[in-house]
């Protein structure tokens, strides 16, 4: 079984985030099941295990028309040869198009998911869907996005989160913070959530900041208020924050406060399902596949997008009804359990590969 992620994995070559965390964890827990291999990309040559996966970093790959995001290099053919199946996670960069080509041309069965971002590709001028076996979308929504809702080689798998790791702890000793994650961008809705805040409400923002001039006018927002900025912690730290938290925020929106658009601002909303696990409830807005992972008034609140007041009024509701919001809490963790475990994912997985 092959794994090919195009983003940059090694830490000292870019950030992890969402999507390589995500292939990342399938890979570990898929490897419990089948032979795995993970490959990925970046500027050191690697070759280590994580308990029975291979990860293989493929070092000075050519970037193409200099997308950072978009590498690619000869050794996917030979990736390819020795593998029997192969999932390549991200649809739209050369690399995945080179191994789903060549994987037909083999003989062997290649499958892909998208988890957001892309660069230059065949894909723009001719449809490459074809030539996957299955999709394997990562929510409802990410199918529907893709024109994919009456294909029947698209599966639903969803996203896991290792519920051992992110788990409510022995005692639930929350402070009332209300607690971002993610990299902030305009089109997570950060500043509609700084504008909801009332001053003596604490909250932690954590996540790296790409955008600088992002970071300098949210900044200025927070003035006066108990806003905590954190560029970047380990999963140990990020645990203890969400077993902290009053609610964990994601307000993404459509369109940002520049007047910037986002087709797919979130194709499924990792941060939300690990606080979650964590027995933290979730408070989103109605944007994109957030409203699937968090069911409103069961689980945590959705509330509409670019709406500071409606936010307001949900993170009041949720300081002021704790007995409430602990019974959210609860049942967001069920849910994460029964539904977004990646046993279940990989399981998911396994049989979409054999359909």
């Known amino acids: 079984m092959l794994h090919l992620v195009p983003a940059l994995f090694d830490a000292t070559d870019g950030i992890i985030g969402g999507a390589e965390r995500y292939v990342l964890e399938l890979a570990r827990h898929m490897a419990n099941v089948v032979p795995t291999r993970l ?34 290099s000869s050794a996917v053919l030979g990736e390819v040869r020795r593998a029997t199946i192969v999932h390549c996670h991200q649809q739209h960069v050369v690399a995945s198009s080179l191994a789903a080509f060549t994987a037909r041309v083999l003989g062997r069965r290649v499958f892909c998911t998208d988890l957001g971002g892309g660069g230059w590709d065949v894909s723009a001028y001719v449809s490459t869907d074809r030539w ?25 798998v969803l996203g896991g989160v290792d519920a051992s790791r992110f788990s409510p702890g022995e005692t639930a000793d929350r402070d009332g913070t209300v607690l971002f994650v993610g990299r902030i ?10 504008d909801a805040l009332d001053p003596d409400v604490p909250a932690e923002i954590i996540g ?94 959705v509330v509409p997008p670019n709406d500071p007041h409606a936010l307001r009024a949900a993170i009041r509701w949720m300081l002021s009804h704790p007995d409430e919001r602990a019974r959210m809490g609860e049942r967001g963790r069920e849910s994460v359990i029964e539904r977004f475990n990646w046993p279940a994912v990989v399981r998911r997985c396994l049989e979409a590969y054999a359909a």
């Open 208 to 301: 790296p900041a790409p955008n600088p001039q992002y970071l300098a006018d949210l900044e200025e927002r927070a003035r006066g208020k108990r806003v905590r900025f954190r560029a970047a912690c380990d999963d140990a730290a990020l645990v203890e924050a969400y077993r902290r938290a009053a609610c964990v925020v994601l307000p993404s929106v459509y369109r940002d406060v520049y007047g910037g658009e986002t087709r797919v601002p979130e194709l499924l909303g990792q941060t939300l399902l690990e606080g979650m696990a964590c027995g933290t409830p979730g408070l989103c807005t109605d944007v994109a596949s957030l409203p699937e992972v968090v069911e409103h008034g069961r689980t945590g609140l």
């Open 185 to 194: 961008l305009p089109h997570k809705g950060v500043n509609d959530l700084l």
């Open 39 to 72: 490959v990925t990309f970046g500027q050191r040559a690697r070759d280590e295990r994580i308990g029975p996966l291979q990860v293989r970093v493929v070092a000075d790959p050519w970037f193409v028309r200099g997308q950072r995001s978009n590498p690619v």
């Open 132 to 156: 996957y076996h299955g999709h394997l979308h990562i929510s409802q929504y990410s199918r529907r996005v893709a024109g994919h809702d009456r294909t029947a080689s698209a599966h639903v």
